[in-house]
């Protein structure tokens, strides 16, 4: 077995890939992970605004948008398009989330300058053709219909809604039905016009490309991008608390149930305090509270879990089980009283040691892949972390004591100012 010492060495080594920053001549800034041992280049990137960014009567404007931008670019229509990344075996890909419209390439060395130019025009020169638009609001809106009567998504969107009324997270990122199909080209192209810039994107890239030729194609991709964003102030605000319990009345036998609160911002002092905390009450592993509380001891639900949803203006305790009608007031119960003792007293030392001790050991899992390693670079730049957090974020966690996380517990689990929505036909709530 090896000795704590040589462990965290060898965990510390298998998390930490060598990341260089690169600046291009005309002033774009990358992340990049040089590695040739596979010829291939992962190259994704954000742009910061996001579905907050959508006008306030007309939801799912940057998610329409993100469908569309390789659907038709430059002198390519949507089949020559699709033709030219399928012939070369080219990812490439876009979506949005409320902070951020995002896309992802990947591509082998041999194609990656057709790869380029492809998310080139795709950036600068989307065609958004009427067949194209017509057809991938189809979808949309497709998917949307096949969520009203899904009781995760209902609760899910409904969740939201209470947490942030008046506000642009309390929208669905995706619309409603009204709203898309009321969404014009012009809208699109606004969009495209306000939020895609230079100085509101974020780049990472891992593989088989030099710093030269990165800094190259940084100019080349979105170097005719405006300067600057104009995008829309979005207020920071706290998670509303408005008590009580939301019933959407779903004919199913299980519900779904959502719960949660006010949360930690991604660089306050106490979210990685409270980030341990959750996983020993959560965080999504066996060992977690409310696993145990909820599935092994009482057999209320398959499973049950908490995360803490960090955003830009603002932050949530989220989370989520699902469980037979007539369990559904007992579920909460024994949820809202676990939050509550946890709160009260913490953790005791193993429960945060073995924490700890996963949360260290894990992290390398994040990192074995390209894919993976530019994903949670191009994360770590949008959260404004800086780019040695990678180095940094084993010791931090070693570091928080006790008291740190019933500090930061108390700052988020509040049983008695949980937000509860339920979708399904719950007995007693």
Do not use: C
């Not at 398009?81 to 979506?95: G, H, K, S, T, W």
């Not at 036998?253 to 341990?276: E, M, N, W």
């Not at 260290?360 to 530019?374: N, R």
């Not at 988020?412 to 709530?429: D, K, T, W």
Request: proline share 5%; net charge negative.
């Amino acid at each position: 077995m090896a000795s704590p010492t040589t462990t965290d060495t060898a965990t510390r080594a298998a998390a930490s890939p060598t990341v260089t920053r690169v600046t291009s001549p005309g002033g774009l800034e990358a992340w990049l992970v040089e590695e040739h041992a596979v010829p291939l280049v992962a190259l994704e990137f954000a742009f910061l605004g996001g579905a907050s960014q959508d006008p306030a009567g007309r939801p799912g404007v940057a998610n329409l948008l993100s469908g569309l931008l390789d659907e038709g670019a430059g002198p390519h229509d949507s089949d020559a398009f699709q033709n030219l990344l399928a012939d070369r075996a080219i990812e490439l890909r876009f979506y949005a989330d409320r902070d951020t419209l995002r896309g992802s390439l990947k591509a082998l060395t041999t194609h990656l300058p057709a790869a380029i130019d492809l998310l080139r025009l795709a950036v600068n020169e989307a065609r958004l053709d009427a067949d194209a638009v017509a057809r991938v609001r189809g979808q949309v809106e497709a998917g949307l219909r096949h969520e009203l009567y899904n009781p995760d998504s209902l609760a899910g969107r409904a969740f939201f809604a209470n947490a942030f009324p008046g506000h642009p997270y309390g929208r669905p990122t995706r619309g409603t039905i009204e709203s898309v199909g009321a969404i014009t080209r012009d809208d699109l192209a606004a969009y495209g016009a306000q939020a895609l810039a230079r100085d509101n994107l974020r780049v990472a890239a891992v593989g088989a490309i030099s710093a030269d030729t990165l800094a190259q194609v940084l100019d080349d991709v979105f170097g005719p991008l405006p300067a600057a964003a104009r995008l829309t102030p979005v207020a920071d605000v706290t998670a509303a608390s408005p008590g009580g319990r939301q019933v959407i009345d779903v004919d199913v036998p299980q519900s779904v149930v959502r719960f949660g609160g006010r949360g930690l911002k991604r660089l306050d002092a106490d979210y990685l305090p409270g980030y341990v905390m959750n996983h020993i009450l959560g965080g999504g592993v066996f060992s977690a509270r409310l696993f145990r509380e909820v599935r092994e001891k009482r057999g209320l639900a398959y499973g049950v879990s908490s995360s803490l949803v960090p955003m830009r203006h603002s932050a949530l305790f989220l989370g989520g089980t699902a469980t037979k009608n007539e369990r559904v007031a007992e579920s909460l119960e024994v949820i809202a009283a676990e939050i509550g003792k946890l709160a009260a007293d913490g953790p005791d030392a193993e429960e945060l040691r073995l924490a700890k001790q996963y949360l260290i050991g894990s992290y390398a899992l994040h990192f074995d892949t390209s894919t993976k390693i530019a994903g949670q670079l191009l994360q770590i730049a949008v959260e404004g972390l800086g780019m040695d957090y990678i180095d940094r974020r084993n010791d931090l966690i070693e570091a928080i004591t006790a008291e740190d996380v019933r500090r930061a517990g108390t700052r988020f689990l509040a049983p008695n100012e949980l937000i509860v929505v339920v979708a399904g036909r719950p007995v007693g709530v």
